[in-house]
């Protein structure tokens, strides 16, 4: 698992690759929290890399979500896919995110008000 | 063709769980979506037995707290999970269903782990027997 943050403007771009699961929730979601507490609260996450999610994943996603409402922000979601998509589609989490095909799309739905 | 694994009921033993279900589907030549399938349901109950059955950490040692896993290939193009655990009896069958539509705000993740491997298993049984849980998923190959 890896999760690398870049900063672009005001919005925070993640990009998780490999596996979101029982053994490796906490890293995110510690590095999730440690940028909201550096006061972020736009992000777009690249889920491109991601090969694998478990409801252990789908915990720290929603985690990511609340926060981030509670923060006054806005998170999205790019290129979902195979595994992961399923798993989304199958726990309702895909109408609870805002999902897009590209980063670009996604970026564009972050900066509008 | 039967792979099994005795397994302390700790959250790291999910690597080697894992591990024993990729290994098992290359040898199968299952398709990855097959394996990423038969990975979740296992990881899903194998979390859900040191959770909520086993409330980690465990105090004693023994054989008594090992779980029990094999993986089979069956007649008919079915893969057979097969967990045994000691924990108190816990039958998620008869667990309520997670409500799944519920916006964000009012979401729990309880329940999602059961609601994923009913969604993905073709067919699951419990059972309590000698003091255990029996807990089986069979998962067609092909569908």
């Known amino acids: 698992m890896t999760m690398q943050a870049r900063q672009l403007g005001e919005t925070t771009i993640i990009a998780l690759s490999g596996r979101l699961d029982g053994m490796t929730m906490s890293e995110v979601e510690e590095q ?7 006061g972020r609260s736009r ?9 694998y999610i478990s409801s252990a994943g789908l915990r720290v996603m929603l985690l990511a979500v609340k926060k981030t409402r509670a923060a006054g922000g806005k998170l999205a979601l790019f290129a979902v896919t ?3 998509d399923e798993v989304f589609q199958m726990s309702g989490f895909s109408t609870i995110f805002a999902i897009f095909a590209t980063e670009e799309e996604a970026l564009s739905y972050i900066a509008a008000s | 063709m039967d792979d099994s694994i005795s397994l302390a009921p700790e959250r790291k033993e999910w690597a080697r769980l894992r591990e024993l279900i990729e290994a098992f589907s290359v040898k199968q030549g299952l398709s990855a979506e097959l394996s990423a399938s038969l990975q979740l349901i ?6 859900n037995i040191i959770m909520h059955g086993y409330k980690e950490p465990v105090p004693a040692e023994g054989p008594s707290q090992k779980i029990a896993f094999s993986i089979t290939r069956q007649p008919h193009d079915a893969i057979r999970l097969c967990f045994i ?12 269903a997670a409500n799944i539509e519920l916006p964000a705000d009012k979401r729990g993740i309880g329940g999602l782990g059961i609601h994923l491997i009913r969604s993905i298993a073709d067919e699951c049984r ?5 003091g255990c849980n029996y807990f089986e998923m069979i998962k067609k190959i092909g569908e």
């Open chain 1, 82 to 84: 195979g595994n992961v």
């Open chain 1, 43 to 51: 992000f777009v996450f690249d889920m491109s890399g991601l090969e």
């Open chain 1, 32 to 38: 999730f929290l440690a940028l909201i507490e550096q």
């Open chain 2, 42 to 47: 296992g990881e899903e109950w194998f979390i």
């Open chain 2, 85 to 96: 655990d000691h924990a108190p009896p816990f039958d998620p069958l008869r667990r309520q």
């Open chain 2, 126 to 130: 419990y059972a309590r027997k000698d």
